[in-house]
């Protein structure tokens, strides 16, 4: 009988546990009808809000008017060709009818240039671009030039075939190699027009 009654409370206890396991709360589903609310996001920071509200176009102003030139005001060009070696020299090209501008940009200072580079020049000499000169910078050279209307895209590469970084905008173009002024003459490109046929092949 002792037994019997020991083994009916040992039963009754285990019905217990397991009956609050079952019973245990779980978290409730959704509502129906109701969306999931994601989780919050760290807010962006200063820079990083003003990194994306700036325009492109008002960075290359801005570039543009860094180097202090007088004759250098966005109002008078179209903004063309933006190119940065990725170690703080920067180029930023400009247009208008009868003339090509450049600021160049380095950590220690900046430079700029204003020359007699034009569509019609171009067209005269049968070519679709011409170099306009560059900027000499510890990691290589940054170069620009001057392109005919109908050029979208310009592929650059070094005498071995390797591409190089290269942005092609109004008229304009501007690059950086990983080279000394006196061997960008071996520089070969391919131009390109809106629809991808081949304007030009060869040196640049």
């Not at 994601?38 to 570039?63: G, N, R």
């Amino acid at each position: 009988m002792r037994a019997t009654a020991v083994v009916a409370a040992a039963v009754a206890l285990l019905l217990a546990v397991i009956s609050n396991a079952l019973w245990e709360p779980r978290e409730l589903p959704a509502a129906a009808g109701t969306t999931p609310q994601p989780a919050p996001t760290a807010p962006a920071s200063q820079e990083q809000k003003e990194q994306k509200a700036k325009d492109p176009q008002a960075v290359k102003a801005e570039l543009l008017r860094s180097c202090g030139n007088p004759e250098l005001d966005p109002a008078n060009f179209t903004l063309g060709a933006l190119i940065d070696d990725g170690q703080g020299h920067k180029i930023v090209v400009a247009s208008s009818p009868e003339v090509i501008a450049m600021c160049g940009v380095h950590p220690l200072g900046s430079g700029s240039g204003v020359g007699p580079l034009t569509e019609r020049g171009l067209r005269n000499v049968g070519r679709v671009l011409v170099g306009g000169g560059g900027v000499d910078a510890d990691t290589g050279f940054l170069g620009y030039g001057r392109t005919l209307p109908q050029v979208a895209r310009i592929e650059m590469f070094l005498p071995g075939g390797r591409p190089v970084l290269a942005d092609t905008a109004a008229e304009t173009f501007a690059y950086f190699v990983p080279l000394p002024r006196d061997r960008v003459s071996g520089l070969t490109v391919r131009v390109f027009d809106g629809a991808g046929v081949v304007l030009y092949s060869g040196p640049l």
